[in-house]
């Protein structure tokens, strides 16, 4: 059975930093490309950032420069630095495998 389970959400001031988890179970987790998306309630979800099995990593433009995608394969789990967050990053952030298998989200709100 497949499992992701993020945390790390949280309220914080424009500016501010989180650091959000995804960790996967359930999956060969090496092998596969993992995303972070986020959506706000009302507006489709969007693809905030992707990590293949090799590391090489891809932002939306958004995010560039701000957010850092990571993973560690010894603990089966994909992070998301999120600094210099902006109000318009709060979002409900959610991780998926390439096999498109989603964890359940976790909120980010931003305060200006």
């Known amino acids: 059975q497949v499992q992701l389970v993020e945390s790390g959400g949280g309220l914080v001031q424009a500016g501010g930093s989180l650091r959000l988890s995804c960790a996967a179970s359930?999956?060969?987790?090496?092998?596969?490309?993992m995303y972070w998306y986020r959506q706000v309630p009302g507006k489709q979800r969007e693809l905030v950032a992707t990590?293949?099995?090799?590391?090489?990593?891809n932002y939306v433009d958004s995010v560039k420069g701000r957010f850092t995608i990571s993973r560690d394969n010894a603990k089966n789990t994909v992070y998301l630095q999120m600094n210099a967050l902006k109000p318009e990053d709060t979002a409900t952030y959610y991780c998926?495998?390439?096999?498109?298998?989603w964890g359940q989200g976790t909120q980010v709100t931003v305060s200006s």
């Open positions: 998926k495998t390439y096999t498109n298998y």
């Open positions: 359930g999956i060969i987790f090496r092998i596969n490309t």
């Open positions: 990590i293949s099995t090799y590391g090489s990593t």
